[in-house]
């Protein structure tokens, strides 16, 4: 058994999205919000040679309702796709992996007080496997847990853990939450989960108006998924980390949808192979490479 315990601010899920649900909306209300993301890291130089890039897709969709002024709650799913594609020769196999499956269902629940201190649980569950591969051993799940205080209308901090199995590791996830607004057009915090790199990290936004948005930020990102039974490692388990430092620019066409332009790069990436009992085999740096991305969202 391992223990990874990952960067600060690093999390799978949206702390500070679901806390600002659970204030914004009010007391019987219930909202619903959709997402499709696309994105794309070109070719990366992998260490002892050969190159990689890949492509994908996801789709989110969530529903949340104040049941109360103080309990608020919501269910999510998730569907994530990657194709990946290798030239050269590397150590790795060859092609270690090819296409990969991340479905996942979540649940919210956020106790606030009139104070604005809040309390957060993010129960979650998720298959991650390659084509192929077999799904019951392609199992994760764990919760998040988080105490945020909302100290003034500008500002609201936090801090939290999400701690997860995540096929034959056990994951330990410090969080930092972060909202503090420093002007009316500039404000720190947690970038949301519907952009390529994932929830939870840090960026920096300007709102120049009310259609646009722009920023610029980073989060470090790591996940592990069930390989081929019939691969180069055949029920073996992959490991990709990267931190994707991404800068966005966002144009909202009505006020309840919304378009993400994503550019940047995908720097300190890492692969690694491990066999069925989770022995490394072998792991291997990436170098840098560009990554872009576009997200259109919707809330009912």
Known sequence: MHIRVLPLALAALPFVTSMAAAQ??????????????????????????????????????????????????????????????????????????????????????????????????????????????????????????????????????????????????????????????ISDRLRVGNPAQTGPAGGAGLELVWTPGDRWEFAAGGVWRSYRFRLNRNGPVPDGIGEKSSLPLLARATWRPTPSTRLDFYAGAAVAGEITLYDRDNNEIVSRDMDPAALFGVTFGARF
């Open 24 to 181: 914004g909306l009010p007391v019987g209300a219930t909202v619903a919000n959709a997402s499709f993301t696309a994105y794309t890291q070109l070719d990366a130089d992998i260490d002892g040679g050969g190159e990689a890039k890949f492509s994908g897709a996801f789709a989110l969709g969530s529903v949340t309702r104040r049941f109360s002024q103080a309990v608020t709650a919501g269910v999510s799913l998730r569907y994530d796709y990657e194709k990946w594609d290798w030239s050269g020769a590397n150590d790795l196999g060859g092609e270690p992996w090819n296409r990969l499956h991340r479905p996942g269902l979540g649940a919210t629940f956020v106790y606030a007080t009139p104070d604005g201190l809040a309390i957060t649980v993010l129960p979650a569950v998720e298959w991650a496997y390659e084509s192929g591969a077999s799904t019951g051993d392609a199992l994760n799940w764990g919760a998040a847990f988080a105490v945020s205080k909302r100290f003034s209308p500008d500002l609201l901090l936090g801090v939290g853990a999400g701690v997860y199995r995540e096929i034959d590791d056990d994951v330990v996830v410090p969080v930092l939450l972060v909202d503090w607004r």
